[in-house]
């Protein structure tokens, strides 16, 4: 595999944002339709997006398997309805697979060229939504009679776990993309925040993190030092290192992903003026305060 992430930009230019199903609609598009302003200036022309998923399939916001899957979703007390709207929904199509950039990383085939399909990752952004804590049940195996049962986000974490070590800048996670972060144990000894809504459990589940309540957002600045990430209170097995000077930058819930993208462009693309014309372009109020920066 390529070596792993050694410069740092000044401003981040290549964004990144993994999919599962039955992620939140506004945890993508608040923080992208803003990065969507962005790219029509002159001085942050140059920004892309990658959208990956496990496969090409269109990724919907329902917990609605892709036609040819072998799996179903427990949706038993974690969604609103058991019986799931099909006829009101919306997806998103990824522009890679999950295996396909890796076989890049593999490869050596990503580059800054313009207009090249593989692009380094600058910025990861990771959404949230109920999927976060959905199951898929698969068929029985042999000699069984239960279902098989597998985290809707376990593609999702491998991915991540991957390439933690090639991400170049920052990850952003909203909502309860916190809560797939923290399942990395990438985010063991950092701060944190997460959904207000769904703290507690996120907390609970994630001792290692410096979880703080009632923040719009935090920014957990890089340290010198980041612990392995496959230990055994992890339940992905990997040795692999997120680099020591990254930021992670997480949110609270759905809408404060716009907060902490703004945030992050006043920070990285030209001030707080600059992301306040963002936010007047979108006609958005915001207030530009309620966030922290930890460590």
């Known amino acids: 595999m390529a070596s792993t992430a050694s410069i740092r930009p000044g401003r981040p230019v290549h964004f990144h944002m993994p999919l599962f199903p039955c992620f939140q609609l506004l945890d993508t598009a608040g923080p992208l339709d803003?990065?969507?302003?962005?790219?029509?200036?002159?001085e942050t022309a140059d920004i892309t997006l990658t959208l990956l998923a496990a496969?090409?399939?269109?990724?919907?916001?329902?917990?609605?398997?892709?036609?040819?899957?072998?799996?179903r979703f427990d949706v038993a007390g974690k969604y609103l309805s058991e019986k799931v709207n099909i006829t009101f929904n919306q997806s998103l199509v990824p522009d890679l697979t999950f295996s396909e950039y890796l076989l890049a990383l593999n490869s050596s085939s990503i580059a800054e060229k313009d207009g090249g399909k593989y692009k380094p990752i600058d910025v990861l952004i990771?959404?949230?939504?109920?999927?976060?804590?959905?199951?898929?049940?698969?068929?029985?195996?042999?000699?069984?009679?239960e279902p098989s049962r597998v985290s809707n986000i376990q593609e999702?974490?491998?991915?991540?776990l991957n390439v933690a070590p090639y991400i170049r800048h920052s990850i952003i996670t909203v909502c309860t993309g916190s809560h797939v972060l923290a399942q990395t144990g990438l985010l063991d000894g950092r701060s944190a925040t997460t959904n207000s809504g769904r703290f507690d459990l996120v907390a609970s589940q994630r001792p290692q993190?410096?979880?703080?309540?009632?923040?719009?957002?935090?920014?957990?600045?890089?340290?010198g030092k980041v612990p392995d990430v496959g230990d055994s209170n992890s339940d992905v097995d990997n040795e692999m290192k997120v680099q020591p000077d990254l930021e992670i930058w997480t949110?609270?819930?759905?809408?404060?992903?716009?907060?902490?993208t703004l945030e992050f462009i006043a920070e990285y693309f030209g001030g707080m003026d600059f992301a306040r014309s963002t936010a007047r372009i979108l006609e958005y109020e915001w207030t530009g305060?309620?966030?922290e920066t930890a460590c």
């Not at 990771?126 to 009679?145: A, E, F, M, V």
């Not at 949110?251 to 902490?260: E, K, N, R, Y």
């Open 34 to 42: 803003i990065l969507n302003v962005c790219s029509q200036f002159s």
């Open 55 to 71: 496969t090409l399939d269109p990724v919907p916001v329902k917990p609605i398997p892709p036609v040819n899957a072998n799996y």
């Open 126 to 145: 990771i959404p949230g939504g109920i999927g976060t804590r959905l199951d898929r049940l698969y068929p029985p195996q042999p000699g069984s009679k």
């Open 156 to 160: 999702t974490k491998e991915f991540i």
């Open 209 to 223: 993190v410096k979880w703080l309540r009632n923040r719009r957002w935090v920014r957990s600045l890089p340290r």
């Open 251 to 260: 949110s609270a819930g759905i809408t404060a992903g716009m907060d902490i």
């Open 289 to 291: 305060d309620g966030g």
